[in-house]
């Protein structure tokens, strides 16, 4: 995938979506508009943190999934499962139970991401001890990373340059099953995904050439099929759960809950989570603002992983059941022995790569004609209202300002602006319905009862 | 092209503010992410120091293609000595400026550090004038 393509694995039904503005005013990178009465995203724009998918009324935003058929392709099918998976089961059902009704959907092999957790943490403070500047900031979260690459540039050298568990364990397993005798075209790990974000970095990878993965699999999917086959799991001989069951320490399996790196590191650490805080946070590092802290972990979601737009369980729920199981696992190693014996094969793959700035602030390539642009933005935001109400498919005024002069809309799509015209006989009343007819889509001023709310919606 | 801000003395919640709007101008005008840094690190120094210190003050950022101007310009006690102002560690700071977590007297060496031409006047009892200047193109350095 080249750097100016984006896959991007959040999509917009367009039978579904009816054009209600929810996704466009919740977007924290303002990549929505609506066109033709439906919602599209930018795709240079979209860092993939899914908010748009919480807030849409009618399921209209869902996140594109490979087939799970495509997993047969190999010989050697592997599932890579972070803990929040486990965490959306009550305590009474085992990490062995769901294990081996993994292996009954056809995976011949379920091992943990946060397997090499601790071997990443290891590597993650002694890369911050040379760090020259500081905080550093954690890779782990994929929308973050997008995020500082399209809105703070300037804190990109921050990010530390270690891959997250999902890499690193990715190549330390296939690894450990060529060893074995597997060739590596027999291989296939998939990933189930708490988030959307993981699947774009599978797909259009940062700081790699390719992924160490071969595909995604969408934890809704794979919970709802463990679940099934759990509940109609009567004393029937189940198949064993396979070898490398790995037992996680409980840093391990905290890893992907906030804190779950902040506490592990050294010097003066942060946990935040939730986008819009993340933002609120970078917004003053890039000032300056902060003196002596060492290291950051930013999550894109609420409650981090356990809040993945994916994980179908409550959030806090998996939150307070991961830490309970964790608390039985008291005891074992932060990095396993298997892992240690290959730190000399990791330590030599565990870097990132270069994090290539592709800021979407830019107005103009060109200086002097980016500055006679933000004078027209200036000049624009003198007529329009500044009320923000998104009639003209744009999230807020100065958002329809900047496409404007970006060349993507035009004033009149301002339905204020639009009255003006009409009161100085400058547009017809005609044209003005064309106009919002564009935006919105044909018939959608007409009386219509079986919208949402209206008179037969039937929910 | 000249962007004007004003500085409210005493608010600590606002400083920053002016350094923010600043930036999304700098990012919008394509310039590189290393020279924004210094600006703002520079200019956020000068927003704290009239918060901290002075009573009300002005922002004045001029960009030209070869360079950006910043003056920043403040209605307060003025600096007495600024070769002393100027070094590492002194501040008169203070205790409730002190607990908002500023007051280590390392905002005009940091300024001085980030911008490429720094220049302060003051008169006691009247105010301050700091101006800045930042190249953009890196080998008039
Ligand atoms: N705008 C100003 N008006 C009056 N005095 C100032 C102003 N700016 C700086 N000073 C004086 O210079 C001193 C040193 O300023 P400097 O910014 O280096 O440190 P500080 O503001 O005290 O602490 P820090 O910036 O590290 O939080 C201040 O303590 C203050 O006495
Ligand atoms: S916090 Fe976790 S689940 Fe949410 S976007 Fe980031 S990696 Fe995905
Ligand atoms: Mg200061």
Redesign the interface.
Known sequence: MTEDRFYHALKVSEDLCFGCTHCMNVCPVEAIRIENGKATIRDNWCVDCGECMRVCPVNAIYVEQDDFNQIFRFKCRVALVPSVLIGQFPAEVTEAAIFSVMREMGFTHVFQTEHTAGYIIRSMIEASRDAEDKPVISSFCPAVVRLIQIKFPALLPQVIRIKPPIDTSAIYFRKRLENEGYHPGEIGIFYVTPCAAKIAAVKSPVGEDSSPLNGVINMDLIYNKIFRLIKNRTNRNSISPGEMLPLLSPRSIKYCLTGGEANAMEGRCLAIDGIHNVIEFLEKLENDEFTDLDFLELRACDQSCAGGVLVGGNRFLTTERLNKRAQRFHGVADIPGDVKAYSGFLSERISLGDIKPRSMLILDEDMGEALRKIQQVRHLMCYLPGIDCGACGAPRCQSLAEDIVREEARLTACVFIQRMMEKHQKLSGEHAIKIIEKIWGRKRLEKNCNKKGAENDSE | ?TFKFEIEGGNFSKA?NA??AV???L?????P??I??RL??AL?EGEVNVVAHARKGWIKVV?E?EEIFVNIEDEGPGIPNIELAMQEGYSTASQKVREMGFG?G?GLP?MKKNADLLNITSQVGKGTNVEIIIF?NQSHK
């Open positions: 092209m920053g350094s923010s930036k999304k101008i990012k919008q005008i394509n310039v992410p290393a924004i840094k703002v690190v956020y960009i293609p280590a390392m940091n953009l």
